[in-house]
């Protein structure tokens, strides 16, 4: 069974940075996608970003040029760097993978103070 552990969240001013760590186990295979989700109060789960085994990566538009998604295949790890950042980023973020299933972390929050 795959368990995905999110860590790196907090409490960071408007304009300020955060990155993500997601980390997969229970697996010994390069997982074949994973990427990040958010969840704002009464909105519904969006997709931020996504990084394909091989490197190809997609975002939201509502974070190109801002966010940067990568990963360790070594690790199956995948992070996510989080720069110039808004009010309307505060969400819970959580860490996904699809690999035959989709796996899910438990979710890590972000307040982004204005």
């Known amino acids: 069974q795959v368990q995905l552990v999110e860590s790196g969240g907090g409490l960071v001013q408007a304009g300020g940075s955060l990155r993500l760590s997601c980390a997969a186990s229970g697996i010994t295979s390069i997982l074949n996608l994973m990427g990040w989700c958010r969840q704002a109060p009464g909105k519904q789960r969006e997709l931020v970003a996504s990084i394909a085994r091989g490197g190809n990566t997609n975002y939201a538009d509502s974070v190109k040029g801002r966010f940067t998604i990568s990963r360790d295949n070594t690790k199956n790890t995948v992070y996510l760097q989080m720069n110039s950042l808004k009010s309307e980023d505060t969400a819970v973020y959580y860490c996904?993978?699809?690999?035959?299933?989709?796996?899910w972390g438990q979710g890590t929050e972000v307040t982004v103070s204005s």
């Open positions: 996904n993978a699809v690999h035959y299933f989709t796996y």
